[in-house]
């Protein structure tokens, strides 16, 4: 006898529907699945098993084959242990119910219970998408799955509730989606405490502004890793577009607290040992590496030089092109990744050049090959250098109240309002976006902004890139002040955010 059960599978961060067929045949008793199936599919077999058993279901004592078709896409994760249970039911008449218009997903423990799985979310999109009208879910996925529109969602906790539904003995909950979409209040750190350093506070609300890569060099202690992870909290919020999109890449990467959409933007700080497929993705299972992770967010590399070269370097390509493309044998996947860029690092091993108190104990061979580790495409690909310098006393006893990261927040939102409305149909959201055939239509220079423009290029000898950077940042600047033009001081506080490279790298 055959059946047939509709399930969802992954490519990347999206699903896609896949037939779980069974047939039962005379011969000798045996487990087939084919279709390409990973180790975790395989193993199915005996969890299915067990919980027919375990349910008080007969489990066939015939020739099992099941296969899951498309049968030329690979097929991981334990999502299909219940809909290949299903289908082993329906096979062997143990359930007469139409299960036309549904899909299902769901690992399955050896008692029955239903547990929960990666990447409900897109593989629930998919399963609209593909026309499916209802889907069951474990009941822990089931939050996170109905924020997708037009389909019913139901929660299933284990098999025998299940098949109640399914016959009509009973009735499963229907997961409802929240009715609107509503920003979460930040629960980042907050700007107000920190003391002096007006500099790079100003700095990271350009960058924020403007979604710029920005670099913090200072001693220790100056309060480089305080500033960037408050970064955060000048955001502006994000869109439900935005959120959904975030949501489904951690969903498959098994990272979501649980809630329905992430409401707020990701914040990841990797340590410095992490190898480079961990960085942009990858693996022998492919997974969303710390740059997907960090979509629509900030990735902050604390450190920098300690990172690995190959690292490093890993992080050209997702900079410029804003997705990583995985190649396999199998697949060829692509995981999306807008991220700003926040890195932190000393000026030399010791830390202390250029210190105004501390002698550098560090030799000019020791300091210059501790800054070669950064290399210039990657500077070239950072918009803002910033030196964060030593705070003085009289700053950290003073007890006015610093600005606080709501009232920048205002700001970064208004400058964010301007560029949306400048930039509409473009698909573009941030200045640091601009492509290049953009790049003249949006930044109109006044005379002597051009001049100043000219001049820096050649004094500070900035390649192509640096210059469509420096161009992107002075339009910020400007944006935040209201301005239409770019005027000279845009590109001057803009220049100033790109000289910092020169001193410590021709210096060092």
């Given at each position: 006898?055959?059946?047939?059960?509709?399930?969802?599978?992954?490519?990347?961060?999206?699903?896609?529907?896949?037939?779980?067929?069974?047939?039962?045949?005379?011969?000798?008793?045996?487990?087939?699945?084919?279709?390409?199936?990973?180790?975790?599919?395989?193993?199915?077999?005996?969890?299915?098993?067990?919980?027919?058993?375990?349910?008080?279901?007969?489990?066939?004592?015939?020739?099992?084959?099941?296969?899951?078709?498309?049968?030329?896409?690979?097929?991981?994760?334990?999502?299909?242990?219940?809909?290949?249970?299903?289908?082993?039911?329906?096979?062997?008449?143990q359930l007469n119910a139409s299960l036309d218009g549904c899909a299902f997903l769901g690992e399955l423990s050896l008692t029955g219970d239903i547990r929960p799985v990666k990447g409900a979310l897109p593989m629930v999109i998919a399963a609209r998408d593909g026309g499916m009208r209802r889907v069951f879910v474990p009941a822990a996925n089931a939050?996170?799955?109905?924020?997708?529109?037009?389909?019913?969602?139901?929660?299933?906790?284990?098999?025998?509730?299940?098949?109640?539904?399914?016959?009509?003995?009973?009735?499963?909950?229907?997961?409802?989606?929240?009715?609107?979409?509503?920003?979460?209040?930040?629960?980042?750190?907050?700007?107000?405490?920190?003391?002096?350093?007006?500099?790079?506070?100003?700095?990271?609300?350009?960058?924020a502004a403007g979604a710029h890569n920005i670099l913090l060099i200072g001693p220790p202690g100056s309060g480089k890793s305080m500033l960037a992870k408050r970064l955060p909290s000048i955001l502006p919020d994000m869109t439900r577009e935005e959120a959904l999109e975030v949501t489904k890449i951690h969903s498959v990467a098994g990272t979501l607290p649980g809630g329905g959409l992430l409401r707020?933007?990701?914040?990841?700080?990797?340590?410095?040992?992490?190898?480079?497929?961990?960085?942009?993705?990858?693996?022998?299972?492919?997974?969303?590496?710390?740059?997907?992770?960090?979509?629509?967010?900030?990735?902050?590399?604390?450190?920098?030089?300690?990172?690995?070269?190959?690292?490093?370097?890993?992080?050209?390509?997702?900079?410029?092109?804003?997705?990583?493309?995985?190649?396999?044998?199998?697949?060829?996947?692509?995981?999306?990744?807008?991220?700003?860029?926040?890195?932190?690092?000393?000026?030399?091993?010791?830390?202390?050049?250029?210190?105004?108190?501390?002698?550098?104990?560090?030799?000019?061979?020791?300091?210059?090959?501790?800054?070669?580790?950064?290399?210039?495409?990657?500077?070239?690909?950072?918009?803002?250098?910033?030196?964060?310098?030593?705070?003085?006393?009289?700053?950290?006893?003073?007890?006015?109240?610093?600005?606080?990261?709501?009232?920048?927040?205002?700001?970064?939102?208004?400058?964010?309002?301007?560029?949306?409305?400048?930039?509409?149909?473009?698909?573009?959201?941030?200045?640091?976006?601009?492509?290049?055939?953009?790049?003249?239509?949006?930044?109109?220079?006044?005379?002597?902004?051009?001049?100043?423009?000219?001049?820096?290029?050649?004094?500070?000898?900035?390649?192509?890139?640096?210059?469509?950077?420096?161009?992107?940042?002075?339009?910020?600047?400007?944006?935040?002040?209201?301005?239409?033009?770019?005027?000279?001081?845009?590109?001057?506080?803009?220049?100033?955010?790109?000289?910092?490279?020169?001193?410590?790298?021709?210096?060092?």
């Amino acid at each position: 006898m055959f059946a047939q059960v509709m399930s969802m599978g992954l490519m990347g961060v999206d699903g896609f529907l896949v037939k779980v067929e069974a047939d039962l045949s005379q011969g000798l008793p045996g487990f087939d699945v084919v279709g390409l199936p990973g180790a975790a599919v395989r193993e199915s077999r005996d969890r299915v098993r067990s919980s027919m058993k375990n349910c008080g279901f007969d489990y066939p004592v015939s020739r099992i084959t099941v296969n899951l078709a498309p049968a030329d896409v690979r097929k991981e994760g334990s999502v299909y242990d219940l809909p290949l249970l299903l289908a082993l039911l329906r096979a062997g008449g143990q359930l007469n119910a139409s299960l036309d218009g549904c899909a299902f997903l769901g690992e399955l423990s050896l008692t029955g219970d239903i547990r929960p799985v990666k990447g409900a979310l897109p593989m629930v999109i998919a399963a609209r998408d593909g026309g499916m009208r209802r889907v069951f879910v474990p009941a822990a996925n089931a939050v996170e799955a109905a924020v997708t529109d037009g389909i019913e969602v139901y929660a299933a906790g284990n098999v025998p509730q299940l098949l109640d539904h399914l016959t009509g003995r009973g009735e499963l909950p229907r997961a409802v989606a929240p009715k609107a979409y509503a920003h979460a209040a930040s629960t980042a750190e907050d700007f107000a405490d920190v003391r002096g350093q007006a500099s790079a506070r100003r700095a990271l609300e350009v960058a924020a502004a403007g979604a710029h890569n920005i670099l913090l060099i200072g001693p220790p202690g100056s309060g480089k890793s305080m500033l960037a992870k408050r970064l955060p909290s000048i955001l502006p919020d994000m869109t439900r577009e935005e959120a959904l999109e975030v949501t489904k890449i951690h969903s498959v990467a098994g990272t979501l607290p649980g809630g329905g959409l992430l409401r707020s933007r990701p914040f990841r700080a990797p340590h410095h040992n992490i190898s480079a497929p961990g960085l942009t993705g990858g693996g022998s299972l492919p997974r969303p590496g710390e740059v997907s992770l960090a979509h629509q967010g900030v990735l902050f590399l604390d450190e920098l030089p300690e990172f690995s070269r190959q690292s490093m370097e890993a992080l050209r390509q997702p900079l410029e092109e804003r997705r990583v493309t995985i190649s396999r044998v199998n697949a060829t996947l692509s995981y999306p990744c807008s991220f700003m860029l926040a890195a932190a690092m000393n000026p030399c091993p010791c830390g202390y050049f250029g210190h105004p108190a501390r002698a550098c104990t560090c030799t000019p061979k020791a300091a210059r090959q501790y800054l070669a580790r950064v290399s210039g495409p990657l500077l070239d690909r950072i918009d803002l250098h910033i030196e964060v310098p030593p705070v003085e006393y009289d700053k950290l006893a003073d007890d006015t109240p610093a600005e606080s990261s709501a009232e920048i927040r205002r700001r970064v939102n208004a400058a964010r309002l301007r560029q949306q409305e400048r930039l509409k149909g473009t698909g573009i959201t941030a200045n640091a976006q601009i492509p290049p055939g953009l790049l003249r239509q949006a930044c109109p220079l006044t005379p002597a902004a051009q001049t100043l423009l000219k001049s820096a290029f050649d004094r500070l000898g900035l390649s192509a890139r640096a210059y469509d950077r420096l161009l992107k940042v002075a339009r910020t600047i400007a944006d935040l002040d209201g301005a239409d033009t770019l005027d000279s001081a845009h590109i001057a506080e803009a220049v100033q955010y790109r000289s910092l490279d020169r001193k410590y790298w021709e210096k060092g």
